[in-house]
């Protein structure tokens, strides 16, 4: 086997991995399939230019994050907000909740807590600065070195390491300040009332307490509890899942909702 040939069968191991982290980064399904074919073509095509400073998948995982930043250079920032606005939306409107109705009933959509925490991830780390984003992606989602993370993003180690460090400081003050499931006086509970809505014979309460986030925080610091999160979020592939269909459709359309209702 040639040396060209044993690359694009390392590029095949972890295409689903560097598929999942394009994926966090453009929350669209298609466009996260067409930048991973971009992603291979771009690589065999400079593969001369492969010096083996660094590993494989490190060098291509820079490729690919590049071609994610140019697919979302023209694309405004989430804001922390819009989530609370996409649920106004949904309320005010029967039409979107019937569309999302569809969407569960056609693909037979099975919900599970665990998936919905996972895409409430991907939709607040869509809030940070992009640069951040990906830094505690690669660190904490797809286990990449510092060192490593410094060559895809092209930043000194201080920057990274300070990269990594503002965003786990704005996760922590926004799950603390919204999630419900793990203080009592956050303002988000759609994990449990989704669940209400698309599986009514689950127990919430049975389905919450199934969670290690939830079993666990008795006695733990909010910085142990974003460390459980990542553990889940980690565990799971964001496209694929009982509930995969209706989450993509979620987080494709919901900064479109999200600033209709901002000009309300």
Not at 53 to 69: C, D, E, H
Not at 139 to 159: A, H, P, Q, R
Not at 227 to 235: C, D, G, I
């Amino acid at each position: 086997m040639t040396k060209l040939e044993l690359l694009q069968n390392e590029f095949v191991d972890f295409q689903n991995e560097l598929k999942s982290f394009i994926y966090r980064l453009v929350t669209h399904r298609q466009e996260a399939e067409d930048l991973v074919q971009e992603t291979f073509i771009k690589t065999f095509q400079k593969i001369d230019s492969f010096k083996e400073k660094s590993s494989f998948k490190t060098w291509v995982f820079s490729i690919a994050t590049n071609l994610a930043k140019d697919n979302l250079r023209a694309r405004q920032r989430w804001g922390e907000n819009w989530m609370d606005l996409v649920k106004d939306a949904h309320v005010s409107d029967k039409n979107l909740m019937q569309k999302k109705q569809e969407i569960a009933n056609s693909t037979d959509v099975k919900f599970e807590m665990s998936e919905h925490l996972n895409y409430c991830f991907n939709c607040t780390s869509k809030t940070l600065l992009l640069t951040n984003q990906i830094c505690l992606l690669l660190k904490e989602i797809y286990d990449f070195k510092i060192s490593e993370i410094m060559l895809i993003v092209g930043l000194s180690e201080g920057k990274v390491k300070h990269a990594i460090a503002d965003s786990r400081k704005d996760m922590l003050r926004i799950f603390e300040n919204k999630c419900a499931l793990i203080n009592k006086n956050g303002t988000c509970s759609q994990c449990t009332g989704l669940n209400k809505i698309f599986n009514p014979k689950q127990n919430t309460q049975e389905e919450a307490n199934k969670l290690k986030i939830v079993k666990e925080q008795r006695g733990k610091s909010y910085e142990q509890l974003l460390n459980l999160r990542l553990q889940m979020v980690k565990a799971i592939d964001p496209l694929a899942g009982e509930g995969i269909d209706l989450h993509n459709y979620l987080i494709e359309n919901s900064p479109t909702w999200a600033k209709e209702q901002e000009k309300k």
